[in-house]
């Protein structure tokens, strides 16, 4: 992925899209998405114009990565929707399950599937219950 194109996802800057032609297909080294860059870092804004932009490319938001770009809690086989529900981005939960509510979002390397391992009893966002 374009360095600047993974900065801009990461800050929100919508501008920056019209620069890129291949947005949909620039990974970074460790598979993720623009999609995944934005949801981790709570972009809800930026994500919903992914999504409008590129609404036939369903493939970003079941596109798992391959290992996480920082050296944290990140699992192979991540989804956009792994990433915005561990950072509790509720705002960019909803967004993402609004654009496919069929899409049955399965569970990455290590077994968890987006909500399994982020919703603990009691969590008050909507999308735990």
Known sequence: MDPKLYKAAADGNIDVLHLFDDIPYQLTPKGNTIL???AQFGQAELVD???IQWPSL???LQQPNKKGDAEDEYE???T???EAVRYHHSEVVELLIEED???SYGAN???NTPLYKNC???DSETWCR
Request: proline content about 8%.
């Open 120 to 122: 603990l009893p009691g």
């Open 76 to 78: 192979e086989g991540d």
């Open 80 to 82: 956009a929707l792994h």
């Open 109 to 111: 390397s290590e077994g």
């Open 58 to 60: 369903s493939s970003l």
């Open 36 to 38: 995944h860059i934005a």
């Open 49 to 51: 114009k992914i999504l």
């Open 101 to 103: 509510p069929e899409f």
